[in-house]
Nanobody, 128 residues
Framework: QVQLMESGGGSVQAGGSLRLSCVASGDTISRYCMGWFRQAPGKGREGVAS???????SYVDSIKGRFTISQDNAKNTLYLQMNSLKPDDTAIYYC??????????????????????WGQGTQVTVSS
């Protein structure tokens, strides 16, 4: 399985932007279903966004239009561009990866929280 390491978290004011990065090692991410999860204080982990090996993206409703998931296969790196941040976006953000066996399954993985490779997480704090 691929190993993942996130960076780019920090503290911003509401309305600000951050870009999270996730560098993968051990395999090439172009073959994988990749995604981002987050866990707010006192809450369970929530799937935020995913991108399949065919480039198809999926987002949770609460971040649609504000966050964009992308990847640079040459750098073996996954990104999450976060704009118009809100205090409710405060959480630890995790990069995730797993196989992508057929079209549409990556979206299902996000919904089912079914990923075997997880990064260590990066903290995002949004103040009002």
């Amino acid at each position: 399985q691929v190993q993942l390491m996130e960076s780019g978290g920090g503290s911003v004011q509401a309305g600000g932007s951050l870009r999270l990065s996730c560098v993968a090692s051990g395999d090439t991410i172009s073959r994988y279903c990749m995604g981002w999860f987050r866990q707010a204080p006192g809450k369970g982990r929530e799937g935020v966004a995913s991108i399949g090996s065919d480039g198809t993206t999926s987002y949770v409703d609460s971040i649609k239009g504000r966050f964009t998931i992308s990847q640079d296969n040459a750098k073996n790196t996954l990104y999450l561009q976060m704009n118009s941040l809100k205090p409710d976006d405060t959480a630890i953000y995790y990069c995730v990866a797993d196989t992508d066996p057929w079209f549409g399954y990556c979206r299902e993985r996000l919904a089912r929280k079914n990923f075997r490779s997880w990064g260590q997480g990066t903290q995002v704090t949004v103040s009002s």
